[in-house]
């Protein structure tokens, strides 16, 4: 498990939850904190400021970690580079990355740091984002984990990854399936390209089909379909009450339901590959 951490409240929602996920998969939890002296020359005087700086950062993050939970094996990296780089370094021999959605300096006005963003698209391993309102994850009415399926080869790894956060949070998954028809354009108006029942009724099958062998494999664990006509994006985000949502997406993109769930999902987004 690795964490980037900055020190940041939206880094601590993130320490909080991958605290979470380690203790839940009895794994070790690497806390990255990167930092780069931004001149090409000065007085090594300040160099060495900025770098007894970070590891203040860095201890204060691991002090936490280490004081909510004596059970967690913690491991510091301290870093001089980029933090983008490391991470997605990190994260080839990491099961799970998680980062906050923003972080400090200007990147914090922009809705997802770069760091985010650069972890989401590189990373080599499931990454977590966390954002949303107030502590994280320890809510005292939890939702349910939220798998949003595509029709594609990644709906199965969605799944397990979906299904592996259910059970170990003890809590219902949420498969939602969104169709869309788009209208086609013809003599100056719009029509419907194909009947939107057929649309709705092989969205229905196909989302039976993919869910069977799940019902079958994890009767433990509550699985509710649910297969709006909208698009992805706002039909995930329009879950409020999840506790997470999960989307697949493919190495080096960066695609619109992604996008959309990292600027308005109101919990931590999972994007797993």
């Known amino acids: ?33 990167a930092w780069q002296w931004p001149y090409r020359d ?44 490391r991470l997605e370094e990190l994260s080839a021999a990491a099961e799970l990355l998680v980062v906050g959605s923003r972080g400090l300096g200007t990147v914090a ?76 354009a013809w003599g100056g108006m719009t029509f419907p390209a194909l009947d939107p029942l057929a649309v709705q009724k092989a969205a229905e099958n196909w989302l039976a089909q993919a869910l069977m062998p799940w019902r079958e494999k994890a009767p433990k664990v509550t699985i509710e379909a649910r297969i709006p006509q909208s698009r992805a994006g706002e039909a995930l985000a329009a879950v409020t009450d999840a506790t997470l949502v999960v989307v697949g997406s493919s190495r080096g993109r960066f695609g619109s339901v992604t996008a959309a769930l990292l600027r308005h999902a109101p919990c931590p987004v999972a994007i797993v590959r």
């Open 109 to 184: 006005r922009a809705i997802t740091g770069s760091v985010a963003s650069h972890t989401v698209t590189h990373a080599r391993c499931p990454v977590i984002v966390v954002r949303g309102r107030g502590p994280l994850p320890r809510r005292p009415d939890p939702g349910p984990i939220v798998a949003g399926l595509a029709d594609d080869d990644k709906a199965d790894v969605v799944l397990g990854f979906a299904w592996g956060e259910a059970a170990m949070r003890g809590l219902p998954l949420l498969v939602v399936h969104a169709w869309h028809q788009p209208p086609v």
């Open 42 to 85: 000065g007085d090594q005087a300040a160099r060495d400021s900025l770098h007894r700086a970070a590891e203040h950062v860095l201890w204060h993050g691991t002090d936490c970690a280490r004081a909510s939970s004596g059970r967690l094996d913690v491991r510091p990296d301290l870093y001089e580079g980029s933090a983008p780089e």
């Open 1 to 33: 498990m690795v964490i980037g951490y900055d020190g940041s409240d939206h880094s601590m929602q993130a320490l909080d939850w991958a605290m979470d996920e380690a203790e839940f998969r009895r794994l070790p939890l690497t806390i990255c904190h």
